[in-house]
């Protein structure tokens, strides 16, 4: 396959700028989402969400009804040259950054930024028989050298701002590639006032990879659709992390290990208290947003600097100190459409965490 490109350089990853049929993105394109059968294995897993079906399907009807359809947006691809090896250019005589790339039969390109786009072209195409759509022309801006780590973050650099697209799951891939958690660059990616989120994303993705405990099977893999059981989303739960992990609480100070073991350890004892809220986390909302905000506050501003100060963090000493709070360590207070809905929204997360709080001694 030739492809007419203009041959660019941006911080030493080769950019070829050119143009493919929608028949031919369809054939060598490539997008890696998350596998739910590889689980949270985050050196082995994708990066993409998963595809909204009724968004690229829009799209694919918006091109066979258009008749002569405008998509100008460009497709952002990767070559993957160090998995793949090095693309062919071949250089026009008149001007060397201009000429053709020669894809061998086989070779795939990673599909960065264009997956609602490129599925909507395949349900036009494949599904609905638009065979006029396949000499569409699209523009591609393909990465020819560029290092997996930086498609991912173009992946989030581009989607992060767009709040209905989940990009935790870059940002901890991400993490799994950086070779330091000061990385600046993840630090400038998280944003402003976000620092904590490093940090959380990483603890949270741990903690849903583990085999034991009271949240194996209840954080929502990354962009599926959740599972009956999966009641808490990886974002959420790395937000609500932000007390315990603030410079304020002292046992931020922990290494990764030694707090996820706390964290660990704190939700076990309030699973002591409350085992038929554990047992069915679809009925009770202890587990779900509301309960991830008001008891991480509640853990960072009492219960666990009490263990700190006790020397234990078992579950069993968790229980014992948050047993006081009768009127909320109780699982009708939890109980869906019980007196929990009282408590919404940041606000409401708040002042349910104070009102635990002055209940304990």
Same mark, same amino acid.
């Given at each position: 396959?030739?492809?007419?490109?203009? @041959?660019?350089?941006?911080?030493? !990853?080769?950019?070829?700028?050119?143009?493919?049929?929608?028949?031919?993105?369809?054939?060598?394109?490539?997008?890696?989402? /998350?596998?739910?059968?590889?689980? /949270?294995?985050?050196?082995?897993?994708?990066?993409?969400?998963?595809?909204?079906?009724?968004?690229?399907?829009?799209?694919?009807?918006?091109?066979?009804?258009?008749?002569?359809?405008?998509?100008?947006?460009?497709?952002?691809?990767?070559?993957?040259?160090?998995?793949?090896?090095?693309?062919?250019?071949?250089?026009?005589?008149? +001007?060397?950054?201009?000429?053709?790339?020669?894809?061998?039969?086989?070779?795939?390109?990673?599909?960065?930024?264009?997956?609602?786009?490129?599925?909507?072209?395949?349900?036009?195409?494949?599904?609905?028989?638009?065979?006029?759509?396949?000499?569409?022309?699209?523009? !591609? !801006?393909?990465?020819?050298?560029?290092?997996?780590?930086?498609?991912?973050?173009?992946?989030?650099?581009? +989607?992060?701002?767009?709040?209905?697209?989940?990009?935790?799951?870059?940002?901890?891939?991400?993490?799994?590639?950086?070779?330091?958690?000061?990385?600046?660059?993840?630090?400038?990616?998280?944003?402003?006032?976000?620092?904590? @989120?490093?940090?959380?994303?990483?603890?949270?993705?741990?903690?849903?990879?583990?085999?034991?405990?009271? /949240?194996?099977?209840?954080?929502?893999?990354?962009?599926?659709?959740?599972?009956?059981?999966?009641?808490?989303?990886?974002?959420?739960?790395?937000?609500?992390?932000?007390?315990?992990?603030?410079? @304020?609480?002292?046992?931020?100070?922990?290494?990764?290990?030694?707090?996820?073991?706390?964290?660990?350890?704190?939700?076990?004892?309030?699973?002591?208290?409350?085992? @038929?809220?554990?047992?069915?986390?679809?009925?009770?909302?202890?587990?779900?947003?509301?309960?991830?905000?008001?008891?991480?506050?509640?853990?960072?501003?009492?219960?666990?600097?009490?263990?700190?100060?006790?020397?234990?963090?078992?579950?069993?000493?968790?229980?014992?100190?948050?047993?006081?709070?009768?009127?909320?360590?109780?699982?009708?207070?939890?109980?869906?459409?019980?007196?929990?809905?009282?408590?919404?929204?940041?606000?409401?997360?708040?002042?349910?965490?104070?009102?635990?709080?002055?209940?304990?001694?």
């Amino acid at each position: 396959m030739n492809i007419p490109v203009i @041959r660019a350089m941006q911080r030493a !990853v080769t950019l070829y700028i050119g143009r493919m049929t929608a028949a031919s993105l369809l054939q060598i394109g490539v997008i890696t989402e /998350w596998d739910p059968d590889i689980g /949270w294995d985050l050196n082995r897993q994708g990066y993409q969400r998963a595809p909204l079906a009724k968004h690229y399907r829009r799209i694919g009807e918006f091109l066979i009804m258009e008749g002569d359809p405008l998509l100008p947006t460009s497709a952002l691809l990767s070559a993957r040259e160090d998995e793949q090896g090095v693309l062919h250019f071949e250089p026009s005589a008149s +001007n060397l950054d201009f000429g053709y790339l020669k894809l061998p039969e086989g070779r795939m390109l990673y599909i960065v930024d264009y997956q609602h786009r490129w599925r909507g072209l395949e349900y036009a195409i494949r599904e609905k028989r638009a065979v006029n759509l396949r000499d569409f022309q699209i523009p !591609v !801006v393909i990465m020819a050298n560029a290092r997996t780590y930086e498609e991912i973050r173009q992946f989030y650099l581009i +989607n992060s701002k767009q709040r209905r697209i989940d990009t935790d799951l870059a940002l901890a891939l991400m993490q799994t590639m950086a070779t330091s958690t000061d990385d600046p660059e993840l630090i400038n990616l998280a944003g402003p006032g976000k620092r904590y @989120r490093i940090r959380a994303t990483r603890l949270t993705f741990r903690l849903a990879a583990m085999s034991t405990g009271c /949240w194996v099977a209840r954080i929502q893999e990354p962009n599926m659709s959740p599972k009956p059981e999966q009641v808490a989303s990886p974002k959420s739960f790395a937000d609500s992390l932000r007390p315990i992990l603030s410079n @304020r609480c002292p046992l931020h100070s922990l290494s990764d290990n030694e707090l996820l073991q706390v964290i660990m350890n704190y939700w076990e004892g309030i699973r002591i208290l409350m085992p @038929r809220a554990f047992a069915g986390p679809r009925n009770y909302a202890i587990q779900k947003t509301p309960g991830l905000f008001s008891m991480h506050r509640v853990a960072a501003q009492k219960v666990l600097l009490i263990c700190q100060n006790q020397g234990n963090y078992s579950p069993q000493n968790v229980a014992g100190i948050l047993a006081p709070a009768t009127s909320y360590m109780d699982e009708e207070f939890w109980a869906t459409g019980g007196p929990i809905t009282a408590y919404g929204g940041a606000g409401g997360h708040k002042a349910l965490a104070d009102r635990i709080i002055a209940q304990l001694p």
